[in-house]
């Protein structure tokens, strides 16, 4: 186990933070860890209960284009996951979960950044409109079952989260091409 011998806060925002780390390795020479710290995030993979899923399409600045992905957002202070997921649901996408179960979580990319996801199945969807936020302009687009294989195998899916979640329902359904 790597053992921190000091750390350098870079840069403190609003969604990270940014710190070089000086750690101790096993072996006993030092090495630097570059760390982006995140505010913990939920994904929620709406199922229509037709055979299709609704995933939200929205430009990326960082990636500088558009990205079709779950629904998903971060976690505020003192909330739960289980009511981010709810009320993200309801400002991305205009839908309220009768039912939401956590299938489970992932970091995001644990080599620099300590970003966790929790992932949810959002199913008996009912219309509950919050105002998104300022800064986003989500669409709502609907995709059939059939379809994944198809989106995931061409580059239309380039999103982690999005990936994971497609991927469990296709092996919960045995989706096949």
Known sequence: MEQCVSQNKIFDGKIL???????????GREATRE??????????????????????KQYRYAVNEDTLEICA????????????AMREMQEEMGFKPGKLTKIGGFYAS??????????FIAEDLIASQLPQDDDEDVHVK???????????????????????ALAWLMAREKILN
């Open 142 to 164: 609907e995709v059939a079952y059939s379809d994944i294989p198809k989106i995931m195998t061409d580059g239309t899916i380039r999103d982690s989260k999005t990936y994971a």
């Open 110 to 119: 644990p080599g620099f950044c300590t970003e966790f996801v929790d992932v």
């Open 35 to 56: 760390i982006v710290e995140h505010k913990p995030a939920v994904g929620m993979l709406a199922l229509t209960g037709k055979k299709s899923v609704l995933l939200v």
């Open 17 to 27: 933070s940014v710190r070089v780390d000086k750690v101790k390795l096993p072996n």
């Open 73 to 84: 957002g971060l976690i505020e202070p003192g909330e739960e996951p289980r009511e981010a």
